[in-house]
């Protein structure tokens, strides 16, 4: 009888040491904000082009969430939104595995 | 991985508009020819659709201190093509830039380009390397979701060196600069994303092995040594 839950130990594997690793650098590194690498990068344009980054306004106007509260809120509809798709299709799948 | 709204001026907005629009208009006609062909590719659309969703809104924090998220467009790679998987792509970078300010209607273009389609055009060489030999497809849909997440942020430090070459050094330098930001965060998050939807393929094998045979995904051979496999 051959182990049959290989590909699950080895995703547990990755997603435990990769909550290990960041716990280790969210302690150690000093001034590691977490921000996220789009506004990093952004950072580098205004360093690279020498103009601050107020200055930079959208080409197109744009809304923007009020606050991080709504961001989130929408984040995680749109999270929501993918894992209704997901459940819903394999829920799907299971059925028509059963009535077959 | 987004560019911001106003951070790549107009000229390059313009170009990798004009590249990423004739990439949606095929796959549209993909979509559609698809879907008429089989009925049951919706689900399995909606399946790898619905990952794309879930992982590109999922920020991750990542070793070098900053955060980022995962692209999830792997799965869709592997069984649509990257012209497909463009358009679920440009729907979800759509909604991030109405409602959450990430990236924006100007840029949308140049971010359609590095998530939906150079990124997924190198997971689609990858796959079609390893189809028809003996790789495991799991090592296979791994590398696949890997590598299209890797050269997402790659392509997006492409496109902002070509637009802000550094005064010294040039494209190559700025190049490597934004690779810094990008590419090294992006390293661990590709790794798990990889697994992940590995882990996934195994359950799609498991129920639906007929349609990814009928859609020519993976041999019937490969898809039944697969199955021994977990079962």
């Known amino acids: 009888m051959r182990f049959k839950y290989t590909l699950e130990v080895l995703t547990v594997i990755a997603i435990v040491a990769f909550c290990a690793v960041f716990l280790y ?14 506004n990093v990068g952004s950072g580098l344009i205004a360093k690279l082009s020498g103009t601050p980054v107020e200055n930079f306004q959208p080409l197109i106007p744009q809304w923007e969430p009020p606050s991080g509260e709504i961001e989130s809120c929408l984040f995680a509809l749109q999270a929501a939104v993918g894992g209704i798709l997901v459940g819903g299709v394999f829920g799907f799948w299971i059925g028509q595995k059963k009535k077959a | 991985m987004h560019i911001m709204e106003g951070f790549l001026p107009w000229q390059w907005c313009l170009v990798w508009w004009i590249v ?8 549209t006609y ?3 020819k698809v879907l008429a062909a089989d009925r049951e590719a919706l689900p399995l659309l909606g399946v790898t659709g619905g990952f794309i969703f879930i992982l590109s809104s999922l920020k991750l924090p990542s070793v070098t201190g900053s955060c980022s998220h995962p692209t999830g467009t792997g799965l869709s790679t592997i069984s649509f093509g990257p012209w497909i998987t463009a358009v679920v792509c440009a729907i979800v970078l759509l909604f991030q830039s109405l409602f959450l300010a990430h990236g ?4 949308l273009g140049a971010n359609i380009v590095s998530m939906g389609i150079v990124g997924p055009l190198v997971g689609y060489m990858i796959y079609r390397l390893l189809r028809d030999t003996s790789v495991n497809i799991y090592i296979t849909v791994f590398l696949v979701t890997a590598l299209a997440d890797m050269f997402t942020y790659v392509t997006t430090s492409l496109e902002l060196a070509l637009a802000y070459p550094a005064e010294t050094g040039g ?3 700025s190049f490597i600069l934004f690779m810094g930001i990008f590419a090294v965060t992006q390293v ?11 882990l996934v393929f195994k359950y799609i094998v498991a129920l639906k092995p007929d349609i990814l045979i009928r ?3 993976f041999s019937e051979v490969k898809i039944n040594a697969a199955r021994n496999e977990i079962s």
Not at chain 1, 25 to 38: I, P, R
Not at chain 2, 20 to 27: I, K, N, T, V
């Open chain 1, 25 to 38: 650098t969210s302690s150690t590194m000093s001034g590691a904000k977490f921000a996220g690498s789009d």
């Open chain 2, 20 to 27: 990423a629009l004739p990439c949606l208009m095929l796959g």
């Open chain 2, 30 to 32: 993909q979509l559609k």
């Open chain 2, 104 to 107: 924006g209607l100007s840029v």
């Open chain 2, 171 to 173: 494209f190559v330098s």
């Open chain 2, 188 to 198: 661990p998050l590709a790794i798990v994303e990889g697994t992940v939807l590995a």
């Open chain 2, 215 to 217: 859609l020519k995904i």
